[in-house]
């Protein structure tokens, strides 16, 4: 059958031994993913997929396109969200109806992007300056649409680095010896909430601070003078002056790991769980000073 999923698109087929028989198959009237359907409503809620509509640029120069920027966006976003991790199954999702719905729904009866529609929007369209730029501030622009209907007075900031394995000869990756493997080194600020602020893709062998300012002063930025009690935390990657001197300047209070040291052991490990000699003199003293 010339169909993917087993209809035909002549209509019913019909058995020549008894024409009152008929045989009909609704393979594209089945999906196993019906729960996106729930997700698109929430997204029509927030209006968060037009967002990027709005934000991204048109790329592509012919006038003969078959589906729309935003379209091939939720296509990508929701898929991924289904469990594809890449477009290799985008032929077969096309005739899905739940996608179908999902990137159109006034055009149910229409196929959704192929696979090669698909790898042309990810690695040429998107990659461009203006749309990479725009990627890049998506998750801001989406949490401040929350955060219109529901205001906060705190705001909290996790700035951490990550490991994003890969296989081949993939441009930008390289053997990172912390975690032990060939990987992209990507960097995430998150807020108090679990919702990415902001993100940042780097080699697989750069330090897992490196460009922390270019990720994390536009979310500062956002911020300003919208919230009132501000903090960041991070591990012992980022304790250094100018990070310090940076969250200062904006107001921030933070908790920041220090990397351990023979100096910093020796003062605090009375204090530790397994303590590591006396706590020093000037603390025994103090707390002699209270009667128990």
Not at 73 to 82: N, P, T, Y
Not at 171 to 199: I, K, M, W
Request: with cysteine; aromatic share 10%.
């Amino acid at each position: 059958m010339e169909h993917p999923t087993g209809e035909a698109d002549d209509g019913s087929l019909q058995v020549d031994f008894d024409r009152r028989l008929k045989l009909e198959f609704h393979g594209t009237r089945i999906t196993s993913d019906a729960g996106l359907l729930a997700y698109r409503e929430l997204d029509d809620a927030l209006g968060l997929t037009d967002i990027a509509g709005a934000a991204l640029s048109e790329c592509r120069l012919g006038k003969n396109t078959r589906h729309m920027l935003i379209g091939l966006f939720r296509q990508s976003v929701f898929g991924r969200l289904a469990g594809y991790e890449d477009v290799n199954d985008a032929d077969r999702l096309a005739h899905d109806p739940a996608m179908r719905a999902v990137v159109d729904r006034t055009c149910l009866d229409r196929q959704a992007a192929s696979a090669s529609q698909m790898g042309r929007f990810e690695t040429g369209w998107l990659t461009s300056e203006a749309n990479l730029a725009a990627l890049a501030d998506l998750s801001g622009a989406r949490i401040d649409r929350v955060r219109a209907r529901r205001p906060q007075t705190t705001i909290v900031l996790d700035m951490d680095s990550s490991v994003s394995e890969t296989h081949g000869a993939q441009e930008g990756s390289a053997y990172n010896g912390h975690f032990g493997c060939t990987c992209y080194h990507p960097l995430f600020v998150f807020n108090q909430f679990g919702d990415l602020e902001r993100c940042s893709l780097r080699p697989g062998n750069v330090h897992s601070a490196a460009d922390w300012r270019d990720v994390l002063e536009p979310v500062v930025a956002r911020y300003r003078q919208k919230v009132k009690r501000r903090y960041f935390r991070g591990d012992a990657a980022y304790a250094n002056p100018g990070i310090y001197e940076f969250l200062e300047a904006e107001g921030y209070k933070y908790t920041i790991r220090l990397p351990a040291n023979a100096v910093l052991r020796e003062r605090i490990g009375w204090l530790l769980k397994r303590p590591v000699g006396r706590p020093p003199r000037d603390v025994r003293r103090y707390y002699a000073s209270f009667n128990y």
